[in-house]
Structures are given as structure tokens and as C-alpha cells.
């Protein structure tokens, strides 16, 4: 069965040489009509959840992985 999130949120794969990261955007932007102010929302919105996960307990179990 597919996922619904699928059809209602816009996906972004994001690729380094070390990390690929798959997106689903459930946030609503747009609201926001300058092109410039609604990346750098989203890259803000991004740099919270990164800091937000930093402080989880999933995050010491995920780096517990790499032991």
C-alpha cells in the first residue's frame, strides 16, 4: 500500500558524500511569496530539526550504531 504522505507532502532527497536524507515536507509554505524568504525558511525550519533530533534520545541510539 503506498503511503498517503506520498500525495500530500512534497518530497526533496538531499545527497552529500555522506549522508543522503529523504524529506517530507508537511509544512505549508506557500504562504510565504518572496522565493528567497520561503528557502530561507525551509533551511531554517531544517536547521531546527537537526538541532531538535540533537537532543532525543533517538539520537545517542542512532550514533550507539557506529560502536
Do not use: H
Not at 498517503?4 to 529523504?22: A, V, Y
Not at 508537511?26 to 525550519?45: A, M
Amino acid at each position: 500500500m503506498d503511503d498517503p504522505l506520498d500525495e500530500l507532502c512534497p518530497q526533496i532527497t538531499l545527497e552529500t558524500d555522506d549522508f543522503i536524507m529523504e524529506i517530507s515536507v508537511k509544512k505549508d509554505y506557500s504562504q510565504i511569496k518572496d522565493l528567497d524568504e520561503r528557502k530561507e525558511e525551509f533551511i531554517n525550519d531544517l536547521k531546527d530539526f537537526i538541532n531538535e533530533f540533537s537532543e532525543t534520545p533517538e539520537s545517542k541510539e542512532f550514533m550507539a550504531f557506529f560502536d
